[in-house]
């Protein structure tokens, strides 16, 4: 079955420091999704990403999409203390419109 | 607009007896989700309703678990019997629809405990 993993599962970052994490899937993805956890809350939508290649920014976090539809990743230009989380990425493979696959997740810490 | 809501927030079992669970999605939302994160890993898809109909129930992991969501609203999440390995938060979302991914609108969980 298709496999969404994740690295690194986690980073300790401190304030003003960049970060990155990445989604990488088993399978052809027809788009992808991110998603972000905060401790002991639950997983809120970020962004969605549909075409080959594709980037999106919203502020500090800027999203990207490979060119074979099989990877992304999340950037985050210096992290703040509310950046802390769980970030998951989701994608639905090519084969299967409704299932949702989520990744491993990235677990990230900032400290001042 | 109303979010997601579960019931309970928390249950606390012994292994063997039966919990049941209860989603209500966001109001108008046809596509309805179970999910299952354990130990802080990945969030695991357990199965997806669009209205009362089961449209994927491929990430069941066995027939302890029924799902239902009679009349194409709330939907129930019975464990019966619950064993050790069944702990972990259930997650419910919902959806407006499915056409190439709309946002997945998630509730707060069910953390669930069986001892």
């Known amino acids: 079955g298709q496999q969404v993993m994740q690295i690194p599962q986690y980073q300790h970052v401190q304030e003003g420091e960049d970060f990155t994490t990445y989604c990488n899937s088993s399978?052809?993805?027809?788009?992808i999704q991110w998603y972000k956890q905060r401790p002991g809350g639950h997983p809120v939508f970020l962004i969605q990403?549909?075409?080959?290649?594709e980037v999106k920014k919203q502020k500090r976090l800027t999203f990207q999409f490979g060119e074979a539809k099989k990877n992304s990743s999340l950037h985050i230009t210096a992290t703040q203390t509310t950046d802390v989380g769980t970030y998951f990425c989701?994608?639905?493979?090519?084969?299967?419109?409704?299932?949702?696959?989520f990744g491993t997740g990235t677990r990230l810490q900032v400290t001042l | 607009e109303a979010g997601v809501t579960q019931f309970p927030s928390h249950s606390v079992i012994e292994k063997g007896q039966t919990v049941t669970l209860r989603c209500d999605p966001i109001?108008?939302?046809?596509?309805l989700y179970w999910y299952r994160r354990v130990m802080g890993k990945e969030i695991k898809f357990l199965l997806h309703f669009v209205k009362e109909s089961k449209q994927d129930e491929s990430g069941m992991p066995n027939n302890r678990f029924l799902a239902e969501r009679t009349g194409g609203t709330y939907s129930t999440l019975k464990v019966q019997p619950a064993e050790l390995e069944d702990s972990g938060v259930y997650f419910c979302?919902?959806?407006?629809?499915?056409?190439?991914?709309?946002?997945?609108?998630f509730g707060n969980g069910t953390r669930l405990t069986v001892t």
């Open positions: 979302a919902s959806s407006q629809g499915t056409a190439f991914g709309s946002p997945l609108h």
């Open positions: 399978t052809t993805l027809s788009n």
């Open positions: 109001s108008g939302h046809d596509n």
């Open positions: 989701a994608g639905r493979n090519t084969g299967t419109a409704s299932k949702l696959t």
């Open positions: 990403l549909v075409k080959s290649g």
